[in-house]
């Protein structure tokens, strides 16, 4: 798709038939090529709802994850799959709606990404560095406990997301069997910090 291409061009068949031939050729569970109609009925009803989402930009590369990515108002799809573009649509509308909500999401993950790296040489240097078993477990558990106060701002956006996508979506167990391995995928990359720190308190 051209640079100044935005969702709304899905809507159109040039824009359709330049989504399927770009990504026609990736091989994977969630390209769906026979689906594109469905992907524009989808983002029509997003644009009914709000006709401001007209102008989220957009960047299809193929066998990309989809993402939307609030500081450039851009959404990336690399798949051909409505239940996809619907849970980006959904992040972007409820991100542009609160500048604040989406900040506050960006630290959080960004804090969560830090943290996954982190998490077990730290869990491993607690259990070096202190040797009484109690406090050794006071402390992973804390640690255990801010990370998934840490996780649980973008698991709800995940989760709100995937829920407005099933209700917009033409075929509704087509996009249950897209969203919730997704879904899945997301909550273990976000929740690994608690389960290093939790298994820190076994071995």
Do not use: C, W
Request: glycine fraction near 8%; charged fraction near 15%.
């Amino acid at each position: 798709m051209a640079n100044g291409a935005t969702i709304q061009d899905l809507t159109t068949t040039p824009g359709l038939r330049e989504l399927t031939r770009r990504l026609a050729g990736v091989s994977g569970f969630y390209n769906e090529p026979g689906s594109a109609a469905n992907v524009s009925t989808t983002i029509q009803n997003y644009l009914k709802a709000d006709p401001r989402l007209k102008g989220v930009r957009l960047q299809v590369r193929p066998g990309a994850q989809g993402s939307y990515h609030p500081n450039k108002d851009l959404i990336t799809l690399g798949v051909v799959n409505p239940a996809v573009a619907a849970h980006e649509l959904g992040h972007a509308r409820n991100m542009r709606n609160s500048k604040i909500y989406g900040r506050v999401l960006q630290a959080a993950q960004g804090v969560t990404n830090v943290n996954n790296v982190a998490a077990l040489p730290a869990m491993l240097a607690i259990r070096t560095l202190i040797g009484d078993q109690d406090t050794r477990r006071e402390v992973l558990n804390i640690l255990s406990g801010a990370s998934a106060a840490l996780a649980a701002p973008g698991l709800v956006e995940e989760m709100g997301a995937s829920l407005e996508a099933v209700r917009n979506v033409p075929d509704k167990l087509q996009a249950v069997k897209t969203l919730i391995p997704a879904f899945l995928t997301h909550a273990m990359h976000a929740m690994k910090p608690v389960m290093v720190y939790q298994a820190g308190k076994l071995i």
